[in-house]
C-alpha cells in the first residue's frame, strides 16, 4: 500500500471518528438540555400550571455540541498534535527572542488606561449614564480582582485549595458594617481593622488544617464557609440575620462626605450634586487597594516566605525535608490571603451600604477560585484578565436583550447566563488548559554567568 493510500485510510478513519464523536455529543446534549430548554412552564390566567415545547431553541444546542465536538476531533486534535511535533523537533537555538513593545509595557499601559477609564466614560455617556459603566464594569471588576489576588496566595502560590475563600470576604464586609454603625468608627480606620480580623480568622482556619492536604483541606475550608454563613444568618441580635445590615454609612475623603451637605464634596468644589463623584472616588480606592495587593504578593513571594509557599506547593515532604516549617507557612499564607479578602469585603460594604448573607454564598468562592485557575495559578496578569472577561462578560450578558430577535421573544438572557458562562469556560480550558497565562517561571535567577573549572569537566581516569 502506498503513503498516498495510507494518507487517504488515516483521513477516512478520522471522520468516521469524529462523526460518530459529534453523534454521541449530540445525544448527550439532547439528553441534558431536554428538560432544561427544549421544555417550559408557565401559568395561564387561571393560574393554572401549563408547558410547551421549543424544539427549535433545542435543536440550536444540540447542533452547537456535535458541530463542536466534530470540530475539535476532525480538525483541532490533528493540528495540535501536528504543533507539538514540530516543536519537538525544531533545533534549539542560543538566541532569545525580544519581547514586543506591548509584552513589555502591558502592566503601564493597563494602569494608564484604568486611570483614564472614569473621565472617558464621563466624557462619552455624562454623569448619570457613567454610573452603570463605572460600577458595574469598573468597580465590581477591580473587586473581584483583589479577591483572586488574595485567593492566589493560598491556592496558586502554597498550593493549599480552599473552597471556603467567602467567608473571609464576609468577616471583612460584616466588621465594617457593625462596627461603622455601632461604634461610629471611620472608613479609614476600619479598613486595616477589617483586614487583621479576617487574618485572624485565617490563622483560626489553619490550624484545624494543618495535617490536610489535596480533597480533604477543601471539604473542611468549604465547610468553613458555610459555618460563617450560617453563623451570619442565625444570630439575629448581632447580625439582623436574613434581613442584613442596612445604612452602613459611606467612606469619606479626607472627611468630606459624598452627600449635599454644605461641607460635602459637591458644595465644596463647586459642583452639580451627582452620586457618580462618589463612584469615582471607590473606582480610584479599589485601583489603589488592588496595586497594593500585588505589590505586596509581589514583594512577599521574593521573600524566604514566598519561596516557602512554592516550595510547599510543589512537594510538602521534600520541603519538610529542607527544614522548613510547614505550620508557620500554611498559617502564613492563609492569614495574608484572609487579609485580602477582608480588605475587600469591607471595601463591598462601604459601596453597596447594605450586606447581607445571601451576598456571601458558596457560588462566590467558586467563581473566585475560578478566576484564580482560568487566569493561571500563580500569575497576577492572567488572573486579572480573567476577572476583567468572567465578571466583566458575565454582566454583559445581563443586557444581551438582542439575543431575543435570534432565539424568540420569551428567550430570557439571565436564565442562560450561568449556561453560557460555564460553555465559555469549558472552551477556554479545552484551549488554555493552564490558564490565559499558565507559564511557571522561576523566581529566582542567578545574577551573573560563572565558568566552571575544567576539572570538572575533562574525562576522568580510573
Known sequence: MSSTDTAVTKTDGLMVRAIKEAVFAGVIALGMFILYI????????NNELIWYTRPGLLAIFVAIAAIGRFAIVAFFAPWAKARKMRASTKPVSLEVAKPSYFKTHFLKIALVALILYPPVILFLVGTQGSLKYIDNFGIQILIYVMLAWGLNIVVGLAGLLDLGYVAFYAVGAYSYALLSQHFGLSFWLLLPLSGIFAALWGIILGFPVLRLRGDYLAIV??????????????????????????????????????????????????????????????????????????????????????????????????????????????????????????????FFAARQGFVSPESFVFLESAVILAIVVLGGMGSLTGIAVAAVVMIGGTELLRDMDFLKHVFGPDFTPELYRMLLFGLAMVVVMLFKPRGFVGTREPTAFLKERKAVSGSFTKEGHG
Not at 427544549?38 to 390566567?45: F, L
Not at 452627600?259 to 473606582?283: E, P
Not at 521574593?302 to 516550595?311: K, L, N, T, V
Request: aromatic share 12%; net charge positive.
Open 38 to 45: 427544549g421544555v417550559k412552564t408557565d401559568q395561564n390566567i
Open 221 to 346: 475550608t468549604l465547610a468553613f464557609g458555610e459555618i460563617i454563613r450560617l453563623v451570619l444568618i442565625n444570630w439575629t441580635d448581632v447580625t439582623q440575620g436574613t434581613f442584613g445590615v442596612s445604612s452602613i454609612p459611606k467612606a469619606t475623603l479626607f472627611g468630606m462626605p459624598f452627600d449635599a451637605s454644605a461641607h460635602g464634596f459637591a458644595k465644596t468644589f463647586g459642583l452639580s450634586m451627582s452620586s457618580a463623584y462618589y463612584k469615582i472616588f471607590l473606582f480610584y480606592l479599589a485601583l489603589a487597594l488592588c496595586m497594593l495587593t500585588a505589590y505586596v504578593t509581589i514583594r512577599l513571594r521574593r521573600m524566604p516566605i514566598g519561596r516557602a509557599w512554592e516550595a510547599l506547593r510543589e512537594d510538602e515532604i521534600a520541603c519538610r525535608s529542607l527544614g522548613i516549617n510547614t505550620v508557620t507557612t500554611k498559617l502564613t499564607a492563609f492569614a495574608t490571603g484572609a487579609m485580602f479578602g477582608g480588605f475587600a469585603g469591607s
